[in-house]
């Protein structure tokens, strides 16, 4: 079936620094891809839509500056979380539709901490 | 204001016995839904879905049940396995917008042996 590929898993890093998560369909391509962001115990929380060789589409309440987003190839999106804060400590998780019946599938998300 | 809602963040079930995780949503646009399991510090994997023209979809051990009128779906799992334990989450899209899915908040199956 479909595979989405997420890396890292898990990321420590220094309060004011940027960090880079990688979301990749390995054997479908992948002309949209979602992000999500997920708190304990609470429900994944869409950040925004990524567009193949387009901008991103956020939703309300996220900012773009702080959560860049590219979408450079079919297969390929990145994430990059942009002079990250403790606040911004959070399970990440891409999607991207594919496969059979275009599902839903999902990368095995990312644990980032800000020290 | 969530869209989609799962009340029950836990539930326990003896092995053997039928799971029923429920979900409630509230934009009448949704005409898509899907349960996705998720174990800890991973992605969630898809399970099951089923669309608006149904209300019924079952697949193998488990089988997804929508009551437009409720705005309410539920996930059966019989029987239940120990391997099932995990957190259960119900998502919807619309057909305008198909592309966006809206989750609940997880429900916490635990299948004792």
């Known amino acids: 079936g479909a595979v989405v590929s997420q890396h890292p898993s898990w990321v420590i890093c220094k309060s004011g620094t940027s960090v880079k998560i990688e979301c990749r369909s390995l054997?479908?391509?992948?002309?949209?891809m979602f992000w999500y962001r997920q708190f304990p115990k609470q429900s994944l929380m869409l950040m925004a839509t990524s567009n193949e060789g387009s901008k991103a589409t956020y939703e309300q309440g996220v900012e773009k500056d702080k959560f860049l987003i590219n979408h450079a190839s079919l297969t390929l999106s990145t994430l990059t979380v942009t002079s990250a804060h403790p606040e911004d400590s959070s399970f990440y998780i891409c999607s991207a539709r594919g496969g059979e019946n275009e599902k839903l599938f999902f990368g095995s998300g990312t644990q980032l901490s800000v020290l | 204001d969530q869209q989609v809602k799962q009340n029950s963040p836990s539930l326990s079930v003896q092995e053997g016995r039928i799971s029923i995780l429920n979900c409630d949503y509230t934009n009448s646009m949704f005409d898509y839904f899907l349960w996705y399991k998720k174990y800890p510090a991973e992605g969630p994997t898809f399970l099951i879905s089923i669309s608006s023209i149904k209300d019924k979809n079952e697949d193998g051990r488990f089988t997804v049940f929508l009551n437009k009128s409720a705005k309410h779906l539920s996930l059966h799992i019989v029987p239940s396995q120990p391997g099932d334990s995990a957190v259960y989450f119900c998502?919807?899209?619309?057909?305008?917008?198909?592309?966006?899915?809206?989750f609940g908040s997880g429900t916490k199956l635990n299948v004792k042996p």
């Open positions: 998502a919807a899209g619309d057909r305008y917008n198909f592309n966006k899915f809206y």
């Open positions: 054997d479908f391509q992948a002309t949209t």
